[in-house]
């Protein structure tokens, strides 16, 4: 009987896997055929990544979800780690709970609610949609998932190391940047590293908040989608799928030799 269960669970897992996983391999695979039609392999070619290098509306695409993403995340960034501080370490001030849910909040509220609220609030104020707009929207919601980092890594924090730097005379300014921070930097790096990839992959916040001059790349993707799905479009998303790649292995690796030097200590 456990036998027969740990086969059932073994076929489970790779089906689930396959499920995942197989229609992003057969992206890759079809993002480097010689034919326009996707589902007729035609031979090897890169041509549709030539295609998409000379694609001036893919590339000013890309380059507006860049800028999107690095200003996003860093603000966010620095947001939500402050707002993990102030969660962490004042457990008591008025308003707490509030904050605390006006923090969370959009974690749990769905997309299209949050970016037709933006949507509403931009108009009231008579503020010009574009890389602004989409840019403000993407900090709003990409800044909680940075405070829940975070705070897991305070709420385990050996606050003595505090008090001892406050104790030998420094500012808590000073403790935060010298002591704190350095210790709950991996923390803060996951955080930034989050809220990038949750820019890069938005699509119905940024529908809501952009303007003309500002379209994104997962905008323009989808919106090419909807005329048929062509192998310059899968070239653009294996070229994600290697950034992101290549990302988590960096940070892997580098986690990893983090973890070694502080065995060696």
Same mark, same amino acid.
């Given at each position: 009987?456990?036998?027969?269960?740990?086969?059932?669970?073994?076929?489970?897992?790779?089906?689930?896997?396959?499920?995942?996983?197989?229609?992003?391999?057969?992206?890759?695979?079809?993002?480097?055929?010689?034919?326009?039609?996707?589902?007729?392999?035609?031979?090897?070619?890169?041509?549709?990544?030539?295609?998409?290098?000379?694609?001036?509306?893919?590339?000013?695409?890309?380059?507006?979800?860049?800028?999107?993403?690095?200003?996003?995340?860093?603000?966010?960034?620095?947001?939500?780690?402050?707002?993990?501080?102030?969660?962490?370490?004042?457990?008591?001030?008025?308003?707490?709970?509030?904050?605390?849910?006006?923090?969370?909040?959009?974690?749990?509220?769905?997309?299209?609610?949050?970016?037709?609220?933006?949507?509403?609030?931009?108009?009231?104020?008579?503020?010009?949609?574009?890389?602004?707009?989409?840019?403000? $929207?993407?900090? &709003?919601?990409?800044?909680?998932? #940075?405070? !829940?980092? +975070?705070?897991?890594?305070? @709420?385990?924090?050996? *606050?003595?190391?505090?008090?001892?730097?406050?104790?030998?005379?420094?500012?808590?300014?000073?403790?935060?940047?010298?002591?704190?921070?350095?210790?709950?930097?991996?923390?803060?790096?996951?955080?930034?590293?989050?809220?990038?990839?949750?820019?890069?992959?938005?699509?119905?916040?940024?529908?809501?908040?952009?303007?003309?001059?500002?379209?994104?790349?997962?905008?323009?993707?989808?919106?090419?989608?909807?005329?048929?799905?062509?192998?310059?479009?899968? $070239?653009?998303? &294996?070229?994600?799928?290697?950034? #992101?790649? !290549?990302? +988590?292995?960096?940070?892997? @690796?580098?986690?990893? *030799?983090?973890?070694?030097?502080?065995?060696?200590?």
């Amino acid at each position: 009987m456990a036998g027969t269960w740990g086969r059932f669970n073994m076929v489970s897992l790779v089906l689930g896997f396959a499920f995942l996983y197989l229609p992003i391999v057969l992206l890759v695979i079809f993002s480097f055929n010689e034919s326009r039609l996707v589902t007729v392999w035609a031979g090897f070619s890169t041509r549709w990544y030539v295609a998409m290098l000379s694609n001036q509306g893919l590339m000013e695409a890309a380059w507006v979800t860049a800028r999107v993403a690095l200003i996003s995340a860093t603000v966010a960034t620095v947001l939500g780690t402050l707002a993990a501080v102030v969660l962490t370490r004042y457990t008591r001030f008025r308003g707490r709970l509030l904050f605390s849910g006006m923090v969370y909040a959009p974690i749990v509220m769905p997309e299209v609610i949050t970016g037709l609220s933006l949507l509403l609030l931009f108009v009231a104020v008579d503020f010009e949609r574009g890389f602004a707009t989409i840019t403000i $929207a993407h900090i &709003t919601f990409s800044m909680c998932f #940075v405070a !829940v980092v +975070v705070q897991s890594r305070l @709420l385990s924090f050996d *606050r003595s190391l505090e008090e001892a730097a406050l104790d030998l005379g420094a500012t808590p300014v000073k403790a935060f940047f010298q002591v704190t921070l350095p210790v709950i930097l991996p923390a803060v790096i996951a955080g930034w590293m989050l809220a990038f990839t949750l820019s890069l992959d938005d699509l119905v916040i940024a529908s809501f908040t952009s303007g003309p001059g500002a379209t994104t790349l997962p905008m323009k993707i989808y919106s090419s989608v909807r005329l048929g799905v062509t192998p310059e479009i899968n $070239a653009v998303c &294996t070229v994600l799928i290697g950034m #992101v790649t !290549v990302g +988590v292995i960096v940070a892997s @690796l580098v986690n990893k *030799r983090r973890m070694r030097i502080a065995a060696g200590r």
